[in-house]
């Protein structure tokens, strides 16, 4: 069975670029799915940040497309989320997903970390 | 990217249904077949319920029903448990250019 861990610091500096990493444990990141993240901001709803695939292909939310980068290191079994120019808007508990893979079309995210603690946005 | 619109909170007595509607455009859920819906319990990480509008994966009780009609889809949760109590979020794939939405979340409360 395939798991995900979420790591980072918990407080970001607002200007600050937030970094992530998913390790991912029972599975291989080189497989046939789609990697993504997803937060929650305090008392808000869910949103998608962006997917890697192994091949090298990404896609972004176009809301924070401009700010995003995810990537992945197959030697280490991790992906991680990096978000630059961080303000309080981002302040959010952020998931990492994996998706059904070739079995199921959509937003298909069957496997999720925990979720990381709060990560605050503050100085 | 615009979320998704579901009513922010519904509720029903345990052994009730209760359904969630989540209205889109015709840019997603309109568009295709690609509607899934999550439970998620505060402090937990989501739990996929429903994708592809109805197939349910493994493990998921056939209490839980999803359907597709034009714009909008519709979460039916039957025989309601106090375990069902939880935030419910429909998403859908947008296309290419929009690729995943999610909708605003809907809180089932078991009276």
């Known amino acids: 069975q395939v798991q995900l861990q979420e790591s980072g610091p918990r407080l970001v500096q607002p200007s600050g670029t937030l970094s992530l990493t998913c390790a991912v444990s029972?599975?291989?990141?080189?497989?046939?799915?789609?990697w993504s993240w997803v937060r929650q901001a305090p008392g808000k709803g869910l949103e998608w940040i962006g997917e890697v695939f192994h091949s090298g292909l990404k896609n972004y939310n176009p809301s924070l497309k401009n700010r995003v980068t995810i990537s992945m290191d197959k030697s280490k079994n991790q992906f991680s989320l990096r978000l630059a120019s961080v303000t309080a808007a981002d302040t959010a508990v952020y998931y990492c997903?994996?998706?059904?893979?070739?079995?199921?079309?959509?937003?298909?995210?069957?496997?999720w970390g925990q979720g990381t603690s709060l990560v605050t946005v503050s100085s | 990217q615009s979320a998704l619109t579901q009513p922010p909170s519904a509720s029903g007595s345990p052994g009730q249904s209760v359904t969630i509607s989540c209205t889109g455009t015709?840019?997603?859920?309109?568009?295709?077949?690609?509607v899934s819906w999550y439970q998620h319990h505060p402090g937990k990480a989501p739990k996929l319920m429903i994708f592809?509008?109805?197939k349910r994966p493994s493990g998921v009780p056939d209490r839980f029903s999803g359907s597709k009609s034009g714009n909008t889809a519709s979460l039916t949760v039957s025989g309601l448990q106090a375990e069902d109590e939880a935030d419910y979020y429909c998403?859908?794939?947008?296309?290419?250019?929009?690729?995943?939405?999610f909708g605003t979340g809907t809180k089932v409360t078991v009276l």
């Open positions: 997903a994996r998706d059904m893979g070739v079995a199921a079309g959509g937003p298909t995210w069957e496997h």
């Open positions: 029972g599975g291989s990141v080189s497989s046939h799915y789609w």
């Open positions: 998403s859908s794939y947008g296309g290419s250019n929009n690729r995943y939405v």
């Open positions: 015709s840019s997603d859920i309109g568009g295709y077949d690609y």
């Open positions: 592809e509008v109805s």
